[in-house]
């Protein structure tokens, strides 16, 4: 189903998804997009080729992925044997890739040395991004710790440093939002990443953190259901990315959902997907860049990342909003808005074919059904 790009493809008369009514001519060498035009000349008559009408999209890119999980409950991954862990987690790499996710970035978890025994040892070329272990709780005790910290972080060769700001679904509602670190430890840390090359991606429900964000220059925050409209006109105003992960809290909040949890942590996953709607509706008014990211970490989640174009839809992104958020702006998130997320000439040839219109059909499961392959091109990130 996935293709690690032929040296020479080519394919005729498709449509680009997102731009109606006008098929192009699109050739690939060498895994890069070479020549994209128009198609001109007599539609070819029935019973030639094409044989049936294709769309090309940019490959998805997924900006908070966690690939090494396997189980909700970490203690639970602790109980299974190494090789099991392994080949779970080249399934979560080949099922992400199969739903058209052709980058994703890891947030947390993955070393960039596994990332790539994957991907070559199981044969998926899927381009992974990694980040730190998460800097969280067991981090605030000051900045000598976290020069020591960031510094083994680093010899990892993890291009990201993941701070987690506040608590998440394991914090009661009401101290959700309350920070984790003092603004100096937070703002060494990013000056620090910053300093070393690193880019920094921040875990934060809402609150004073957010704003923290701003005054730093992180490239990204999570989840932010409790951004207020004034964070995000300053986080438009600052180019500090906005990656939702709207659609893990729906699935969070369901008792009979996939992850089943218990009735205190389906409350609170209700609440910040109640919330999302209006950090969304801010974001978009504000003029925020908005990145597709799921959080998914586990086997019921991996490859189902689509979804997420559904929950951002639901709430308030246009079809063409929700694409660009997965494609255009999710590589400029990465620092590699020059090379990757867009059907153009010396673009690196990501893409995903489909043998109907993605803005045509009704929803994420049906957009995976007509998912006719998924090809990764060059090589060079
Ligand atoms: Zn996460």
């Known amino acids: ?34 020549s994209i035009a128009e198609s001109s000349g007599p539609v070819p008559d029935e019973g030639t ?10 490959g998805i890119i997924d900006l908070h992925t966690h690939l090494a999980w396997t189980d909700f409950d970490h203690t639970d991954q602790l109980k299974r044997d190494i090789q099991e862990i392994e080949e779970m987690q080249a399934r979560a790499l080949e099922a992400t890739l199969r739903t058209g996710v052709t980058t ?10 596994t990332a790539q025994h994957l991907v070559q040892t199981y044969q998926v070329p899927l381009r992974v991004h990694t980040s730190s272990e998460m800097l969280g709780a067991a981090d605030a005790k000051g900045t000598i710790h976290l020069d020591q910290r960031l510094k083994q972080i680093y010899d990892t060769g993890a291009g990201w440093v993941k701070i987690m700001a506040t608590g998440g679904l394991g914090a009661p509602t009401e101290k959700v939002t309350d920070p984790v670190f ?5 703002s060494f840390i990013v000056r620090h990443a910053h300093e070393h090359g690193k880019r920094v991606l921040v875990h934060t429900w809402g609150g004073v953190t957010v704003d923290w964000s701003v005054d730093a220059g992180v490239e990204s925050i999570e989840h932010g259901m409790f951004l ?16 939702p992960t709207t659609s893990i809290y729906r699935i969070a909040a369901d008792p009979k959902g996939v992850l089943a949890l218990n009735p205190v942590i389906c409350d609170r996953a209700a609440r910040a997907a109640e919330a999302h709607s209006n950090a969304i509706a801010y974001a978009k008014r504000a003029g925020v860049q908005i990145g597709f990211g799921t959080d998914y970490a586990t086997p019921a989640l991996h490859g189902y990342n689509l979804q997420e174009l559904d929950t951002l839809m ?6 063409a909003e929700a694409w660009q958020a997965a494609t255009g702006n999710a590589a400029e998130i990465l620092g590699w808005g020059h ?6 000439e010396g673009y690196i040839a990501d893409a995903v074919i489909f043998d109907a219109d993605p803005y045509m059909v009704d929803d994420a499961d049906s957009l995976r059904k ?8 060059a090589r060079e990130l």
């Open 370 to 377: 007509h998912i006719v392959s998924v090809l990764t091109g």
């Open 1 to 34: 189903m996935s293709n690690n790009g032929p040296r020479a493809q080519s394919f005729n008369r498709v449509y680009i998804t997102g731009i109606q009514g006008k098929r192009f001519d699109i050739s690939i060498r060498d895994g890069v997009f070479h």
């Open 314 to 319: 639901d709430y308030g992104l246009t079809r």
């Open 182 to 186: 003092s603004e100096e430890e937070f």
């Open 49 to 58: 080729v094409p044989a049936q009408d294709l769309w090309i999209s940019p």
């Open 228 to 243: 207020t409209e004034s964070q995000a006109g300053r986080l438009a105003e600052s180019g500090v990315a906005f990656v």
């Open 104 to 113: 994703a970035r890891d947030a947390g978890g993955l070393l960039p040395g």
């Open 339 to 344: 090379r990757l997320g867009r059907i153009a």
